[in-house]
């Protein structure tokens, strides 16, 4: 039998910050493998190093120890240009509030980055956008701005937008923060739809519906992965009962 590929492998991850005049350690030498067609959802206390994590990991902010492996490319050893690359190439990030430009239709926005970076041609940049836009169900509200639509809308404009160079991986810092329970809902069902057409998802959440979705949960404190869950309950219900109880008795 092969054994299925890591597509991210972070060992040892050490990551401080200068905290009222002195560098205070938040990850503790923390070790995360994720394999490819993967969805991790990490949860924990505010403040235990979830997103900072996530950021580690995904080479938006460099570490101070530790080893990080992204299909096949060591993060910490690339210079600027070098991550900028790895980001475009192989990830996608989808925050709490999508950074869209308030003056731009959605689909301008979405085709933005892409076009910037001269990706395919113009009719390519619109076709993929029309396609994604379409999945997401917001093709119809494409000549509107960010102003105009809903937040779960934007949301979906957001995830859209890190879909145009179809990364490996994504990213996801409280993607359904912002959003009412049924918005959140339609969001986590289009994450899924891509997980389970391949996209790696590493989600960090406080909310059991979200990472009920997963099939692993990873639980921080104080810095370090203290524990997981693999969830292969294929009832919905069962696998928020089981994220719930596990939150419960790690007092999260
Ligand atoms: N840029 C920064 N400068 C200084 N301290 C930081 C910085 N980023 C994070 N921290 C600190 O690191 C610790 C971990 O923060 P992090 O945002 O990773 O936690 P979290 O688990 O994601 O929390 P939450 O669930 O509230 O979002 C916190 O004590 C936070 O104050």
Redesign the pocket.
């Known amino acids: 039998m092969s054994t299925p590929t890591a597509l991210l492998s972070a060992t040892g991850v050490r990551k401080s910050?200068?905290?009222d005049g002195s560098n205070i350690e938040?990850l503790h030498g923390v070790d995360l493998h994720i394999t490819e067609g993967e969805f991790v959802a990490v949860m924990?206390p505010?403040?235990?190093?979830?997103?900072?994590l996530l950021y580690a990991v995904s080479g938006m902010d460099p570490v101070d120890a530790g080893d990080v492996h992204l299909a096949g490319t060591e993060l910490t050893t690339l210079d600027g240009d070098g991550l900028a690359d790895a980001r475009r190439e192989l990830m996608g990030f989808v925050f709490q509030q999508p950074t869209l430009l308030k003056d731009l239709p959605l689909l301008d926005n979405i085709v933005l980055t892409s076009a910037l970076d001269k990706v395919g041609t113009p009719a390519e940049r619109r076709a993929r956008a029309e396609e994604l836009m379409t999945r997401a169900g917001i093709w119809e509200l494409r000549d509107r701005m960010t102003s105009q639509v809903s937040g779960g809308q934007l949301q979906r404009a957001g995830i859209c937008r890190a879909l145009m160079r179809r990364p490996r991986i994504i990213f996801g810092d409280e993607p359904t923060g912002a959003l009412n329970s049924t918005a959140a809902g339609e969001i986590m069902d289009l994450l899924s739809d891509l997980n389970a057409e391949g996209t790696t998802l590493l989600v960090?959440t406080?909310d059991v519906r979200v990472a009920a979705r997963a099939h692993r949960v990873v639980f921080?404190v104080d810095g370090q992965v203290t524990d997981e869950l693999l969830l292969d309950a294929d009832d919905e219900e069962t696998r928020v009962d089981l994220v719930t109880r596990r939150v419960r008795e790690l007092r999260i």
């Open positions: 910050f200068p905290i938040v924990g505010s403040g235990s190093g979830k997103s900072t960090v406080h921080m």
